[in-house]
């Protein structure tokens, strides 16, 4: 870390990477409170006149976001769903009922409900809070008549040539309405990592610190410097710095487009790098970035967060055209599909699954999927329906015994051959499993006979081999991912995969893991799938 005179150095969240120089622009809530003395029948009347228009406004970025970034297309309907919600809108019209403003009604009932879902200990859930705020803002700022305030428009707006935000928290919604082209990054003082804002700035490519605490408004105005791969923050920051930081951003850009034009370039001369290099995604708005840099194809598609966006399990169409949107995109790319692993950290409501003692070891991975044949049959149909578009495998997660690969397979063929009896064409695709629990890996010789690709889920596979929960942070040092038995397990594995002719990949955190790039060519991995903004790190890793 850096320290100069005057200069301030704040430490946050990494929420997207890069850097960015450029002047400030504090968003504040700026939402005015509009008093009424209607009757609470008559503030009812306008709550309700206010939602049609919010959700018109939802519908208007929803379309927007379809023709510029289209993993924001379910958020604003999701939004819409949250707005809708019976116990929101029991919580906003008791309020009203009990003499409270619109105002007021709404933004307590965001509040308490927000609070509640943060203290879930899942991770999935807490990011709901921020969801549910941002729909009760959305709400207050309709109400406040700035609904559609698009613009740096105070006096200190920053110039043409763009701004770093700074806010206590800014909703994907009012992210989505500001010029993109002049937004350099964005550093918040709360907000986490798994946020929809923080996913939408990532997707965007605009680099984000966020939870930097409120020292960030300190400085009132000029540049401000943030370094989104650190989650740093520099405020004050002398010329020295601002040149320092400017060269460093420079130099990235410029080694990242001689990177993709050099993988270009290889891959036209057919010099690939020893391993294939493949992006992971969750929702097929991702697929963009896979194809922008450079991957081989999609090495995990997690198709939970289907499952998770509504309020009912997702039904056979709507999985298709998920499905064959990813893959008429990737064209003969390798798009690997894992079905369902709703469970332990992945909680649908709807599913009213049991509470469990210990999730992490509970139904979950390929066991909901053997639990609920009905859910299990129209992931598979739907996948089979979409397998014409393009170069599916589709992929069990969180196997452990011999059983359950015959016991899926079975369930493959029963899809496939309901498809057939309705006269619908699919293709043959190959079938593949996680490997994720030592079981699996110690006896992935017996395995590879039943399946046509492995592919290593190191997150899950380090947990159940140091017996350390992936999510609880007090315990992070014995979650050890580079542990010698894990190591030792991915050794294994490979092994076996190519004494049988089948490929392995890894899919989880380890494999964007340069220091190892060594240890992965030397084993034999044949793919590695990371996110897609590491898919470049990688490659050259393994290239250079
Ligand atoms: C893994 O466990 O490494 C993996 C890729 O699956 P997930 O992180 O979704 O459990
Ligand atoms: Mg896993």
């Known amino acids: 870390m850096l320290y100069y005179k005057n200069m301030e150095t704040l430490k946050g969240k990494a929420a997207s990477g890069g850097i960015a ?7 504040g809530n700026d939402i005015t409170v509009v008093a009424s003395n209607d009757t609470p029948e008559g503030l009812k009347k306008q709550y309700f006149s206010l939602k049609s228009r919010v959700r018109a406004e939802f519908r208007r970025l929803s379309s927007l976001s379809d023709k510029e970034d289209s993993s924001m297309t379910g958020l604003f309907e999701s939004y819409s769903i949250i707005m809708d919600d019976p116990v929101f809108e029991e919580a906003v019209l008791n309020r009203i009922n009990r003499g409270y403003s619109i105002h007021q009604a709404i933004l307590e009932s965001g509040t308490e409900l927000s609070r509640i879902f943060e203290k879930l200990s899942d991770e999935y859930m807490q990011a709901r809070a921020a969801d549910l705020l941002s729909v009760a803002e959305e709400l207050l700022r309709e109400l406040s008549g700035r609904g559609k ?19 206590a928290n800014l909703s994907p919604a009012r992210l989505m309405r500001i010029d993109k082209k002049l937004i350099k990054g964005i550093v918040l003082s ?30 009132k105005e000029g540049r401000i410097i943030i370094d989104g791969n650190e989650g740093e923050v520099y405020l004050e920051p002398d010329e020295e710095t601002i040149g320092k930081f400017i060269e460093k951003k420079l130099r990235i850009e410029k080694l990242r487009s001689d990177a993709r034009q050099r993988i270009k370039q ?14 992971n995604i969750s929702d097929p708005g991702d697929t963009d970035s896979v194809l922008l840099n450079e991957a081989d194809g999609i090495g995990l598609f997690r198709t939970e967060f289907i499952y998770l966006k509504g309020d009912d399990y997702p039904t056979e169409d709507e999985q298709f ?3 064959s949107k990813v893959l008429k995109m990737m064209g003969d790319k390798k798009v690997i599909i894992r ?20 999730p992490g070891m509970g139904i979950r991975g390929i066991r909901i999927s053997l639990e609920h044949p009905e859910m299990f049959l129209t992931q598979l149909r739907a996948l089979y329906r979409a397998s014409v578009y393009g170069n599916l495998m589709i992929m069990f997660p969180m196997i452990s015994s011999l059983w359950e690969i015959k016991e899926a397979k079975k369930y493959c063929e029963k899809a496939r051959k309901s498809l057939e009896n309705e006269g619908i064409s699919c293709k043959k695709v190959p079938l593949g499993i996680m490997i994720e629990t030592p079981s699996a890996a110690i006896l992935s010789g017996e395995f590879a006979k039943e399946c046509d690709f492995f592919s290593i889920g190191s997150n899950d596979l380090t947990q159940y081999t140091t017996g350390a929960d992936r999510i609880n942070e007090d315990i992070e040092k014995y979650y050890d991912p580079v542990h010698p038995a894990v190591l030792e397990l991915i050794k294994i594995t ?19 893991d340069t220091s190892l790039s060594e240890f992965f060519i030397k084993a034999g991995i044949d793919e590695l799938s990371v996110a897609p903004g590491k898919i470049i790190p990688v490659r050259l890793s393994l290239i250079s």
């Open 190 to 219: 709360g907000g986490t990592v798994n946020d929809h804002t923080s996913i939408l700035a990532g997707n965007m490519g605009i680099p984000c610190v966020v939870a930097a605490g409120d020292r960030i408004f300190d400085q």
């Open 266 to 279: 290889d891959q036209i001369k057919s010099e690939k790098s020893p391993i294939a290099v493949m992006g």
């Open 149 to 167: 305030i698009d613009k740096p428009d105070g006096e200190k707006g920053p110039d043409d040539d763009g701004f770093i935000i700074v806010a």
């Open 339 to 358: 079905t369902c692993d709703i469970g332990y950290d992945k909680a649908a409501r709807y599913m009213n699954l049991p509470f469990e003692q210990n």
């Open 494 to 512: 490979a092994e076996n995969a190519h004494k049988n002719n089948i490929p392995v990949g890894i899919c989880g955190e380890l494999a964007a």
């Open 321 to 323: 055209d998920n499905y």
């Open 21 to 27: 120089v450029a002047p400030l622009w504090h968003i």
